[in-house]
């Protein structure tokens, strides 16, 4: 079981917007900062989103990143057909003292 | 461009050791603004944080793999190393290294990965 609660999948159509949520606790997501990585099926995972909202330089905009109390969010606006991979949020978790991911979320563009 | 590369047996039988490096280049491994991390990642399954080392040596771990798991480094060949102990079929899965912000805590670049299975 993770300690970060991501819906194991979700999906949209091209052009669409999808969020994918993921839910903590106090000791996380509501103590430290959140990150989203990208993984296409056979590659690494690729960091989208830290700080809870900021983009790496190559990230593009369509890609944002919110945080509200113990829950985070991943926003894809004007989704494409290459934007169909597995998103993994993670953060710090103070009690655990070390890095915790979410169980991730399938994201299909039908 | 830094690039890391995971290095290391693919194969192993349970209760022997895991041993796997990882090499960075492009870059140097001495810096005071990252760390060096491993994380691992069951095939079809979610990723998992084994551990992290800064280049003077000093290292965290997950507490769940702790007793199992030693990380080293080698900074003179800008290498970084795991080991696992005592392995089983629960640890099959594809080992990554990647660099850990240390200032701003992500991981922002990642090796290709490397299977790893156990089975006898």
């Known amino acids: 079981q993770s300690v970060l609660t991501q819906p194991p999948s979700a999906s949209g159509t091209p052009g669409q917007r999808v969020t994918i949520s993921c839910s903590g606790g106090t000791s996380d997501i509501g103590d430290d900062d959140i990150n989203w990585y990208q993984q296409v099926p056979g590659k690494a995972p690729k960091l989208l989103i830290y700080?809870?909202?900021q983009r790496p330089t190559g990230v593009p905009d369509r890609f944002s990143g919110s945080k509200s109390g113990s829950s985070a969010s991943l926003a894809i606006s004007g989704l494409q057909s290459e934007d169909e991979a597995d998103y993994y949020c993670?953060?710090?978790?103070?009690?655990?003292?070390?890095?915790?991911f979410g169980g991730g979320t399938k994201l299909t563009v039908l | 461009q830094l690039q890391l590369q995971e290095s290391g047996p693919g194969l192993l039988k349970p209760s022997e050791t895991l041993s796997l490096r990882c090499t960075v280049s492009g870059g140097s491994i001495i810096t005071d603004s990252y760390y060096w991390g491993w994380i691992r990642q069951p095939p079809g399954k979610g990723l998992e944080w084994i551990g992290s080392?800064?280049?003077?040596?000093?290292?965290y771990y997950n507490p769940s793999l702790e007793s199992r798991v030693t990380i080293s480094v080698d900074a003179s060949n800008n290498q970084f190393s795991l080991r696992v102990n005592s392995v089983t079929a629960a640890d099959t899965s594809v080992y990554y290294c990647?660099?850990?912000?240390?200032?701003?805590?992500?991981?922002?670049?990642w090796g290709q990965g490397a299977l790893v299975t156990v089975s006898s």
């Open positions: 993670a953060t710090w978790h103070n009690n655990r003292d070390g890095w915790v």
């Open positions: 080392i800064y280049h003077s040596g000093s290292t």
């Open positions: 990647a660099r850990q912000g240390r200032i701003i805590t992500y991981f922002d670049r």
């Open positions: 700080n809870d909202n």
